[in-house]
């Protein structure tokens, strides 16, 4: 399984940004799929799930309702809405995959085995 994430940029605070992944690779390998996030300085943290099959969907608490996680089957990719975006999103957001995480491992970064290379969101006026 491969990943490539793109769309990340400079916004300024209060705007939206859409963040692509692009999976390519055997489908049952990528059945659960995230994205995180590394602010500068600090760990990698939970942001976003989804189950590639069902779309059941969870959210870190710090963006449910602003964060939209989806994909799109035909284009094999992933996607992030972010929109009223904060100075403290600032990060590089990362996708990840697995062929299988149990509900209850799926914020934890030790449960995803593919990675994307990260692509960097600075909200900054």
């Known amino acids: 399984v491969q990943l490539q994430a793109s769309g990340g940029g400079l916004v300024q605070p209060g705007g939206s940004l859409t963040l692509s992944c692009e999976v390519s690779?055997?489908?049952?390998?990528?059945?659960?799929m995230a994205w995180f996030r590394q602010p500068p300085g600090m760990e990698r943290e939970f942001v976003a799930h989804?189950?590639?099959?069902?779309?059941?969907?969870a959210y870190a608490d710090s963006v449910k309702g602003r964060f939209t996680i989806s994909r799109d089957n035909a284009k094999n990719t992933m996607y992030l809405k972010m929109n009223g975006l904060k100075s403290e999103d600032t990060a590089v957001y990362y996708c990840?995959?697995?062929?299988?995480?149990?509900?209850?491992?799926?914020?934890?970064?030790?449960?995803?085995?593919?990675w994307g290379q990260g692509t960097l969101v600075t909200v900054s006026s």
């Open positions: 690779g055997r489908a049952d390998s990528r059945r659960d």
């Open positions: 989804i189950k590639w099959a069902s779309q059941n969907t």
């Open positions: 990840a995959a697995d062929p299988y995480v149990i509900t209850s491992q799926r914020r934890s970064v030790q449960a995803y085995i593919y």
